[in-house]
């Protein structure tokens, strides 16, 4: 049995080929499971209102393919932010935030990634920290209700764009529901930006790191940024990760409509591997 697992991020692929065809694909470019997303369109929404059927056809998909899905990016949380100074906004994110958690509970999904963000669309405040924090330490016990694990995703923006600044929530909830899960390219780029050593910054999640995004990117360019074009130094970047215990790892990419996607998810799971194995020697 591998010392670790490889997730791939469901928005690699196109959604055009549902949740089966997803599965499979994912299997086929050798990846362990899917980290799905609800993200903030409502058809991603949605899927937090999914019936005990829909629920129960995706467990059995899961199954036939071979293929779990063992995470989900709540990035909805970005529209319908946590920190917001409208009732109605906040209302409405503590709706997705909990529903998401209990979906995942249902779909037998261990980690649900919340984004780092206090608010996305609008000013940060001592009102919008003061609502986010409120708001995360509700979302740990409902985790802890659901016994699912709740990571903070390390953002773009200078609110939680570095795994120093995840602790100190993470410290402030003080729950073992609660931890942090790094984005590699975010963090590179916030290293780059500050001026600090990135995998120091990741040393200082030591004990509340569940798992780590494996991302590209380039100073300044978050995203669609193909593997191993852009700054992240993966091997160093992944060394130091197992070093802290960390053992799940997740290939986020996207599908822009290039002819080339599968072969892209497909060299990113070699390609990273290829790192993962070094570590397990």
């Not at 467990?59 to 100074?85: C, E, F, H, N």
């Not at 409509?257 to 892209?264: F, I, L, N, P």
Request: aromatic share 8%; proline share 2%.
């Amino acid at each position: 049995m591998s010392e670790y697992k490889i997730g791939l991020y469901e928005k690699a692929m196109s959604d055009s080929l549902g949740w089966e065809g997803k599965m499979k694909c994912a299997k086929e470019c050798g990846y362990d499971y899917l980290e799905i997303s609800i993200d903030a369109s409502e058809e991603k929404i949605n899927r937090i209102y999914m019936d005990q059927r829909e629920r129960k056809e995706i467990v059995d998909l899961m199954y036939q393919t071979g293929l779990p899905i063992r995470s989900v990016s709540v990035s909805a949380l970005t529209k319908y932010a946590l920190g917001d100074p409208s009732d109605e906004m906040r209302k409405r994110a503590q709706e997705i935030m909990e529903k998401a958690i209990e979906l995942a509970a249902d779909l037998g999904i261990r980690t649900v990634m919340l984004p780092g963000y206090d608010i996305y669309f609008g000013e940060s405040t001592i009102e919008t920290k003061k609502h986010f924090l409120e708001n995360i330490k509700k979302a740990a016990q409902i985790g802890a209700r659901e016994g699912v694990l709740l990571g903070f995703e390390t953002m773009e923006n200078d609110f939680m764009n570095t795994t120093g600044k995840a602790v100190k929530y993470v410290s402030m909830v003080d729950s073992p529901y609660l931890q942090i899960y790094p984005d590699s390219g975010n963090i590179t780029n916030a290293a780059v930006s500050n001026k600090h050593d990135v995998c120091e910054d990741l040393s200082l999640g030591k004990g509340s790191i569940i798992a780590l995004h494996l991302k590209e990117s380039k100073p300044g360019i978050f995203r669609e940024v193909p593997f191993l074009t852009g700054h992240v130094e993966f091997e160093h970047m992944i060394e130091t990760a197992w070093d802290l215990g960390v053992r799940r790892f997740v290939t986020e990419m996207w599908d822009v409509g290039q002819e080339t996607w599968k072969e892209d998810i497909c060299f990113a799971n070699k390609s990273m591997r290829e790192i993962l194995d070094k570590q397990c020697k």
